[in-house]
């Protein structure tokens, strides 16, 4: 498996890092991408990529809660650190905590995508209470091989599908697929597994039965299984095609 969406150099870990990582391992994850979020946190996220090579890659980017009236320079300073990403990201869109800067939101998310086409690279987009500024901004500066992943998605089908007429994007599902959501479940039974791939958002958003308690990569089977009674078939048949959209997408890898 592949945890395409985890804050591993969060300070939730810093007591036991090493034995998340051992328990991720032990379930069957064998890589994982860890999303920026900005400068305060970019040397966590280099020490975890440093001390976990072959585990976790990197992605660079600006977190679209951390955009406010500096964000030029926190472009700057996540643009000079893209070497060695496999991603941009996590970038996006939240009009949930706040409207406050969502006219630099949009700016920023624009410039980002830019750098995904210069660089060819996936995106790894956030996007809560802002579907139709993401879908304005995506279809603005759609390019031919634009792709990645629209990370936790929370919005529609309809909204999924309009995102996919722009570029490729996949379903980053996480823990709130285990949450008594219907709405969600629906969502995912209109796609095939060849659109979606798994993420824990860990430290947050633990699956069932870990709900409310720190999350972690090791849980992504809890995800894997929900997902699997979800669409009728065998656990093994949604590890291994979202495993394999994830390598195609991150490291090129095709079947
Ligand atoms: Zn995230």
Redesign the pocket.
């Known amino acids: 498996m592949i945890d395409t969406?985890v804050?591993l150099y969060d300070q939730a870990f810093d007591t036991d890092r090493d034995l998340v990582v051992e328990r991720a391992k032990n379930t069957g994850v064998r890589h994982c991408i860890l999303?920026a979020?900005d400068k305060s946190s970019f040397r966590a996220q280099q020490e975890c990529l440093a001390r976990y090579p072959w585990f976790c890659h990197k992605a660079s980017g600006l977190?679209p809660t951390s955009v406010n009236t500096d964000f030029r320079k926190e472009l700057d300073f996540a643009y000079s650190n893209l070497e060695g990403a496999v991603a941009i990201g996590?970038v996006g869109l939240d009009g949930y905590w706040s409207r406050e800067f969502m006219e630099e939101q949009i700016l920023a998310l624009e410039e980002q995508v830019q750098w995904a086409r210069e660089k060819d690279l996936p995106l790894i987009i956030?996007s809560r209470s802002s579907f139709p500024e993401l879908l304005s901004t995506l279809k603005k500066c759609r390019y031919p091989g634009m792709r990645g992943i629209l990370?936790?998605w929370s919005g529609s089908a309809e909204v999924f599908r309009e995102a996919n007429r722009y570029g490729h994007f996949l379903m980053g599902i996480g823990g709130v697929i285990t949450y008594s959501n219907a709405r969600l479940a629906g969502v995912v039974q209109e796609f095939d597994l060849a659109q979606i791939v798994l993420e824990t958002?860990a430290p947050w958003l633990s699956p069932v039965p870990f709900r409310g308690k720190r999350n972690e990569s090791a849980y992504l089977k809890y995800i894997a299984e929900k997902l699997a009674q979800l669409k009728d078939v065998s656990a093994e048949k949604v590890v291994g095609q979202t495993t394999q959209n994830a390598l195609s997408l991150f490291f090129g890898v095709k079947k």
């Open positions: 969406h804050h999303p979020i977190h996590e956030h990370h936790a958002d």
